[in-house]
């Protein structure tokens, strides 16, 4: 982790970037960290590690759900006739379109 005041960051910018490439590099103003820059890899890292979290929190707030749980598999089993029978009862109204 390097710390760098934002005067100087401007007028080393290609050589934050560089930094930024190895390690976080945080630009502080009047001695208070202001932004941070890192690279682009750690940065997807991040977000891929985030999406992740929020999906176990959302399994786990499912999980939590009162009532029939419905396993996964069943989920995924859809035959035609369980089709049928929601388009029937649905006000789903197919549209037909002729050139």
Known sequence: MST???????????NVIETA???AVF??????????VISTAEY??????????QDIAAFDAAMAE???N??????????AGDLDT???????VPLLFVR
């Open 70 to 79: 419905i396993p996964w598999i069943r989920s995924k089993q859809t035959s």
């Open 86 to 92: 929601w388009l029937m009862r649905s006000k789903f």
């Open 21 to 23: 490439q190895h390690e």
């Open 4 to 14: 760098i005041a934002a005067s100087e960051a401007r007028k080393s910018f290609a």
């Open 27 to 36: 630009i502080e103003r009047r001695g208070e960290a202001e932004a941070v």
């Open 66 to 68: 009162e009532g029939s």
């Open 44 to 53: 997807h890292r991040l977000m891929e590690a985030d999406e992740e979290a």
